[in-house]
């Protein structure tokens, strides 16, 4: 991305002020460990997120004193699940991996769930594991024994593209030069990279070879072939009412352009959804409904009826779309519109999760990276005027011009989660900002994205304490391009994860965090009052066990014991608007802040919707 300066580029870099160790003349590979921080230098990993663990001790010191805590810095976390969630908000922003080092089993149990959802979001992220001595003769009694695992990766193995346990030096060059290839290939997602503790603090009385990495980068993303493209063509012509569904595609200006450029020369109505990172302007007329949220709205499911050619960019569950628009499953009554499907991630499906959700139907199947397909198309369509022979009405008022000027709630002393939604509108206006994430019941029709940067998306595996390390992971990624990073949170997200806030005070990176704070699990609210009245028993009891009451958890306590200032709790709209712009403020000259909103229960799907 053009706004991200890369660490180690020309100026000042402001981590190089953190942690410093005293200089070391080591110059030359002496120990096991050497090796592999030498290869993560040469990858270009900026950071690499850990918690310190015995079990990598021998790399813990070749980072710190062969490579200076420099390219890569040490991001020293409170937990493992945070090291993996901050390296997934990385990456968001980037496209690119950070490193993550997890002490053995342990650590890696610890990290397991939040390995799974940047598996679910097709993440890249080098994850670097170790385990005691291999050799039982070298273990020391009790500790080196528990931490020492058979087949470590079998831990993960259903969630990750790749894994390997080398028992070499040499053999964990080799292996490290494969993760790093395979975690970059799309579709991407984590690689792990297990390595003995033997290995690594052993003394080398060997030359040792490091290649030139450049000759092992992942390959260009398959484009699609001819035949495809003439199909694709020869439907583009005959439809007048196309729809496109960009879903998961890169973060670039360029591919951003791209996008918006062939939805024009195909007068092509355009949806996009809150579960994926912005990858289309939502202001723009062509996207003719709010993003897509949770539930269908009646305009989404006339939308798909009235389509006479359905394109999907890598459309996440495509299937179950389609399916809660007409009610139809797409492998017993599939859709009569013709559909064209574009993605690589048949080619990472698995029969342990279910992440690849339904299969649908498809005219024209396309293994192909999405914005490839689009580049495909636009030099096929170059000499093509924008086209005039759709019908849809890409005049009409738009959406976002239809909303509401306040949505009040009803219980004195809390926001209405629609008037919250556009508190929050009017600071992604008014700024730069990255919404890192928006909590679940997101008004979809409070969306305000203009930028590929705009939005990150949700947790792909629906996981609850990944938010506070995906907002700090972000803030890092973009501490320099004076984007206002903005993580809206959850209070059961944030309270799983708020020691993760500890590491952005660490390393003084810019971030504001706005907790939609409703005291509850109001999500199993809902379903078990769904149980209730299915069993004819008293939904007035639902919120037993759910409520964060009695006493209310002091959420701003726990940031400002993170080293984060703090705002509220904020009751109206008009004091969290007042809270956005002095918090912006703070953030903009380099500070954190954490602002306590109470919220009303509910869900406002509904909100702005026709």
């Not at 390296?87 to 496209?95: F, I, K, L, N, Q």
């Not at 940047?118 to 020391?140: E, S, Y």
């Not at 017993?332 to 342990?352: A, F, K, R, Y």
Request: charged residues 20%; aromatic residues 6%.
């Amino acid at each position: 991305m053009d706004e991200i300066r890369r660490h180690g580029e020309s100026g000042p870099i402001w981590l190089d002020e953190l942690e410093n160790p005293v200089p070391c003349e080591t110059t030359v590979l002496q120990w096991g460990s050497d090796a592999v921080a030498e290869l993560l230098r040469l990858f270009e990993i900026p950071y690499i997120a850990l918690v310190p663990g015995s079990s990598f001790r021998g790399l813990h010191d070749s980072l710190v004193n062969y490579l200076g805590n420099i390219d890569p810095k040490m991001v020293v976390c409170l937990h493992e699940e945070h090291a993996v969630a901050i390296a997934d908000g990385y990456a968001r922003v980037t496209g690119r991996p950070m490193a993550v080092a997890l002490h053995s089993n342990v650590g890696l149990m610890h990290a397991s769930m939040s390995i799974y959802n940047a598996w679910c979001d097709r993440m890249p992220m080098l994850i670097i594991g170790a385990t005691g001595p291999v050799d039982a003769d070298k273990r020391r009694p009790w500790i080196d024994w528990v931490h020492t695992s058979r087949d470590q990766g079998a831990l993960i193995r259903p969630f990750i593209k790749w894994d390997d346990q080398p028992a070499s030096v040499e053999a964990s060059i080799e292996s490290l030069l494969r993760a790093y290839q395979i975690t970059t290939t799309p579709p991407q997602g984590p690689a792990y990279v297990c390595l003995d503790v033997s290995t690594q603090e052993e003394k080398l009385g060997r030359e040792i070879s490091i290649p030139d990495v450049t000759r092992f980068q992942a390959p260009e993303p398959p484009a699609p072939g001819k035949a495809d493209l003439e199909k694709v063509i020869a439907a583009l012509e005959r439809s007048r009412r196309p729809v496109f569904l960009f879903g998961r595609m890169d973060r670039g200006m360029p591919e951003w352009n791209r996008r918006i450029a062939l939805a024009e020369a195909c007068g092509a109505a355009v949806m996009t959804s809150i579960h994926n990172p912005s990858v289309f302007p939502t202001p723009h007329r062509q996207h003719l409904l709010p993003p897509c949220g949770e539930t269908r709205s009646r305009a989404e499911q006339e939308l798909i009826s009235e389509a006479d050619l359905i394109m999907s960019f890598d459309w996440m569950d495509l299937a179950g779309y389609l399916r809660s628009c007409t009610g139809k499953s797409q492998t017993q009554d599939p859709l009569d519109c013709p559909i064209i499907h574009c993605s690589l991630d048949s080619t990472v499906t698995n029969g342990w999760s279910m992440d690849h959700q339904a299969l649908s139907a498809a005219d024209t199947n396309i293994l192909a990276h999405p914005d490839t397909f689009v580049s495909a198309l636009l030099e096929r369509l170059e000499s093509r005027a924008a086209a005039d022979s759709s019908s849809w009405d890409f005049d009409r008022t738009h959406w976002s011009d239809r909303l509401p000027a306040e949505a009040p709630g009803t219980v004195p002393g809390k926001i209405s989660l629609g008037d919250f939604a556009l508190g929050i509108r009017a600071h992604a206006r008014a700024e730069d900002v990255t919404l890192v994430r928006l909590p679940l019941g997101w008004p979809v029709a409070a969306s305000h994205f203009d930028h590929p940067l705009s939005y990150l998306g949700k947790d792909g595996g629906a996981a609850v304490g990944v938010g506070p390390g995906h907002a700090v992971g972000a803030a890092l990624a973009l501490k320099d391009s004076g984007r206002i990073v903005t993580a809206v949170l959850g209070d059961g997200d944030t309270l799983m994860g708020i020691n993760a806030l500890w590491t952005a005070s660490h390393l003084k990176v810019p971030l504001l965090i706005i907790v939609a704070n409703n005291t509850s699990y109001f999500n199993d609210e809902r379903h078990q009052e769904r149980m209730a009245d299915a069993r004819g028993r008293p939904a007035d009891n639902k919120w037993i066990g759910q409520r964060l009451t009695d006493p209310q958890v002091d959420i701003r306590a726990m940031a400002a014991a993170q080293g984060f200032e703090t705002i509220g709790p904020v009751k109206s709209r008009a004091d969290l608007e007042t809270a956005i712009r002095e918090a912006t403020v703070k953030v903009r000259a380099g500070g954190r802040v954490l602002i306590d909103a109470a919220i009303e229960d509910g869900y406002a799907n509904d909100f702005g919707q026709q």
